[in-house]
């Protein structure tokens, strides 16, 4: 009896799960070279599912040369299909693999900062103006777009980021990216060859040390505290590449760059003839007071301003964007051309509609509310489960604050066991570029976590430290 497991709680259609497991059976030669396979009636029958799910599961088999017809006397396995088990391993625990990811996904309490409330996606809006774009919009746009981006969506940002976040720019300064992400890595090939140094925030998000560092640049850390990166400590001889800072609401220790700071490190990019890069990834979510004004808003001709809707909306939109001064938007615009052409144009228009009509606004207004909620309740479960032993810092602005513990070491060994609790935790130490400054202290994102999963994560986290 030709025999296949099929699992209809997985996300996997049954068709790919037929296809899969003729591939691997015969790669690995379990079903050999001449073999007949069963009738896509009777395999139908034998699986129970619908005998059109076994035909375009042998029709896929066919058009990749796994399998051969003959006319009359059925489907077999084609000549020289077989591949060493060995080079194949990966395919025996397919189906294994696929529950342990889920089941690991369902339990872990992840405390990752930077993911929004991922369920509070405003579906309903959204798609019914993806759906009016897709309809309305003329033949052309289904063609390939301009590097920079479409240019609705940059005149709509342009007068966005002027009145919510005092952004002084022309729509033609704007060059719409997929996230942050390309974004900084445009910023990187722009203006940095090897050997260059980049003055840096020190912690800083990992990631973006390495966009930096794989350009053959060196990083030059510099401390921060509440009130961002410690300008005076920037040795007025130093040539950097670039300069780059999170002032709004530094990552991770969540200080907010003071306008004195803002100041003297304009004055030393302009004599320097450096260019700042602000990274004003989750500003909008501020607690305490009204939004801080960019840092681009002081000097528009120094200052590389970047952007994403990944913390606004959801990260996987892929959209973000870069403003820069005048000098450096040709040049930025041939470079993502050789990047990926253009961002995608639907989504481009999609979000240009969304932003104009006020919806990006509403939706920045309402998650504030629960996001302040979420912070609060992590605070408060903090204090309950730790007392006077932890201490909470960056909780001003945004989806994560740092906890501070005394007496704590956050190892990969405490890691680890906070694994065994079910809970991720992340020390700010991974992130520090002079290590041994903070290692007892965790970020701990809320934004996509409920008030429910926030209690049950610091009671695990109180397990894991006694």
């Known amino acids: 009896m030709f025999w296949i497991p099929i699992d209809r709680s997985l996300h996997l259609s049954l068709i790919r799960q037929v296809y899969e497991q003729i591939r691997m059976r015969v790669l690995r030669g379990e079903i050999q070279a001449g073999e007949r396979l069963p009738s896509s009636r009777e395999l139908a029958s034998s699986l129970e599912v619908s ?31 077989y591949l060493d088990q060995e080079q194949e391993e990966e395919f025996s625990s397919f189906f294994k693999r696929s529950h342990l990811v889920e ?10 900062s930077g993911i929004p409330a991922l369920d509070m996606f405003p579906r309903k809006i ?42 002084h720019c022309h729509p033609d300064q704007i060059v719409i ?69 999170t002032p709004s609401h530094q990552f991770p220790l969540g200080g907010t760059l003071s306008i004195q700071r803002r100041i003297q490190l304009i004055q030393f990019a302009r004599k320097a003839n450096s260019y700042i890069v602000e990274d004003d990834y989750d500003s909008e979510f501020r607690y305490q007071g009204t939004p801080v004004s960019s840092l681009q808003g002081l000097d528009p001709e120094r200052v590389i301003y970047i952007g994403t809707f990944s913390k606004i909306l959801s990260p996987a939109l892929r959209l973000g964007y870069l403003i820069l001064p005048p000098s450096l938007t040709e ?108 290692k ?4 701990l994102g809320y934004g996509n976590l409920s008030r429910e999963e926030i209690e049950e994560g610091i009671r695990r986290l109180k397990c894991t430290l006694t």
């Open 126 to 167: 959204w798609g019914q103006i993806a759906k009016e774009v897709c309809i309305e919009v003329p033949h052309a746009i289904f063609g390939y777009g301009h590097p920079e981006g479409r240019a609705e969506l940059r005149h709509v940002l342009s007068r966005y980021l002027k009145r919510t976040r005092g952004v």
């Open 51 to 81: 005998r059109n799910v076994v035909i375009e599961a042998y029709e896929q088999l066919l058009a990749e040369g796994y399998i051969v017809g003959q006319q009359g006397s059925g489907t077999y396995v084609a000549e020289g299909a």
């Open 331 to 438: 040049r930025c615009k041939d470079l993502k051309w050789f990047t990926d052409l253009h961002t995608p144009s639907l989504e481009q228009l999609t979000l240009a509609r969304f932003i104009d009509e006020g919806h990006l606004e509403r939706h920045v207004r309402k998650m504030k509310k629960q996001y302040k909620a979420r912070r609060d309740c992590v605070k408060t479960c903090l204090k309950k489960e730790f007392a006077d032993s932890v201490n909470v810092l960056g909780d001003s602005t945004g989806l994560h604050l740092v906890a501070e513990f005394k007496g704590v070491d956050f190892s990969e060994q405490q890691q680890m066991e906070a694994i065994q609790q079910k809970i991720k935790i992340y020390p700010v130490e991974f992130h520090a570029i002079e290590k041994g400054n903070h």
């Open 440 to 443: 007892n202290k965790i970020i």
């Open 103 to 112: 089941e690991k996904t369902g339990e872990i309490i992840d405390f990752r």
């Open 177 to 245: 990216t997929s996230g942050a992400t390309q974004a900084l890595s445009l910023v990187a090939h722009l203006l940095l060859s090897s050997e260059d140094e980049v003055i840096i925030e020190d912690p800083i998000t990992h990631d973006i040390q390495t966009i930096f560092s794989s350009r053959g640049s060196f990083l030059y850390p510099v401390p921060v505290d509440e009130f961002g990166m410690k300008t005076d400590l920037i040795p007025p001889d130093k040539k950097p590449g670039l300069i780059f800072v």
